[in-house]
Nanobody, 114 residues
Framework: QVRLVESGGGLVQAGGSLRLSCAAS????????MGWYRQAPGKQRELIAA???????NYADSVKGRFTISRDNAKNTVYLQMNSLKPEDTAVYYC????????WGQGTQVTVSS
């Protein structure tokens, strides 16, 4: 049974930083492209960062230059370092493969105050 467990969210002031983690019990983790997604209130879930099995990364324009995705294949974990956070980054953050293949985890709430 595949499980995606996100953690590391919280309340932070604008300009602050957070580091999210996602533990993925996926047998093919080391060869899957992984992504971080977020869903803000009243909006659709969107892909904001992705990383291939080779470590190549891609970012949505809204987070480019502020967020960094990374992965540790030995730990089946993907990370999202978020710097210079803005109130518009407030959302529930999720991880999944890219493209998505598995049920969503519970996500982790990130709230950025102005």
């Amino acid at each position: 049974q595949v499980r995606l467990v996100e953690s590391g969210g919280g309340l932070v002031q604008a300009g602050g930083s957070l580091r999210l983690s996602c533990a993925a019990s996926i047998s093919s983790f080391s060869i899957d492209a992984m992504g971080w997604y977020r869903q803000a209130p009243g909006k659709q879930r969107e892909l904001i960062a992705a990383i291939t099995r080779f470590g190549s990364t891609n970012y949505a324009d809204s987070v480019k230059g502020r967020f960094t995705i990374s992965r540790d294949n030995a730990k089946n974990t993907v990370y999202l370092q978020m710097n210079s956070l803005k109130p518009e980054d407030t959302a529930v953050y999720y991880c999944n493969t890219d493209p998505t293949r598995y049920s969503w985890g519970q996500g982790t709430q990130v709230t950025v105050s102005s």
